[in-house]
């Protein structure tokens, strides 16, 4: 069954070190997404993507986040300038509709903490 | 804006027993999708179950059934025979025709207990 898959699983970094989470999304999928999950906490919403430029993105997206798909697989997630209340699960996914309809597949997770 | 609210952060369950898990949400979208989400201790997210608004037909996937009640806005999930490996943190999780972004609930740690 085909999946999402992130890098890496674990990261652990110093406040203010820019971080890269990387994601491959389903191939044939077309629609991305990053969603973010602090623990124990809700799962929330950051970003989606779709035709190589963003269509929707949170209030949390803020001018420290960015998001690239630099070839035709993989879809990233910067954070510029860490801070510690970036510790989260990160989560991307995927799927081949959107808007409400979209069933999204989602990966393991990136696990980020920040020191 | 769209809500999503579970009422229960935690249940528990005798295996083999039945569990129902609550969910409500508010919005003023005429069509939208619900969804269960799992996710177990590996912290993987899985589809559980989807519910389009427009059926008025309850989706059922094997031992997982969902109880949506489109006037009360509420869209519970039944897990019968529960499984050990049923054991989760379950989300319930609103899709708005409108937007891209999917809302989820706080979560309701289940436990089956053997």
């Known amino acids: 069954e085909p999946e999402v898959t992130q890098t890496p699983s674990h990261q652990v970094t110093q406040m203010g070190q820019e971080v890269i989470l990387r994601c491959v999304p389903i191939s044939n999928h077309l629609y991305f997404y990053w969603y973010r999950q602090i623990l124990g906490q809700k799962v929330e919403f950051l970003v989606s993507?779709?035709?190589?430029?963003?269509?929707?993105k949170s209030e949390i997206f803020d001018d420290q986040f960015s998001v690239e798909r630099p070839d035709g697989s993989n879809f990233t997630l910067k954070i510029r300038s860490t801070k510690l209340e970036d510790s989260a699960m990160y989560f991307c996914?995927?799927?081949?509709?959107?808007?409400?309809?979209?069933?999204?597949?989602f990966g393991a997770g990136s696990r980020l903490t920040v020191l | 804006a769209q809500t999503v609210t579970q009422s229960q952060p935690e249940m528990s369950v005798q295996e083999a027993e039945t569990v129902t898990l609550s969910c409500t949400y508010d919005?003023?979208?005429?069509?939208?999708?619900l969804f269960w989400y799992k996710q177990p201790p590996s912290r993987q997210m899985i589809l559980v179950i989807r519910q389009e608004a427009y059926k008025q037909q309850n989706a059922t996937e094997n031992r997982f059934s969902v109880n949506f009640q489109k006037a009360a806005k509420s869209f519970s999930l039944k897990i019968s025979d529960s499984q050990l490996g049923d054991t989760a943190m379950y989300f319930c999780a609103f899709g708005g025709d409108n937007n891209n972004d999917m809302r989820f609930g706080a979560g309701t740690r289940l436990t089956v207990k053997p």
């Open positions: 993507f779709y035709n190589n430029e963003i269509s929707e």
């Open positions: 919005t003023s979208e005429s069509n939208y999708y």
């Open positions: 996914a995927s799927s081949d509709v959107g808007r409400g309809a979209n069933v999204l597949t």
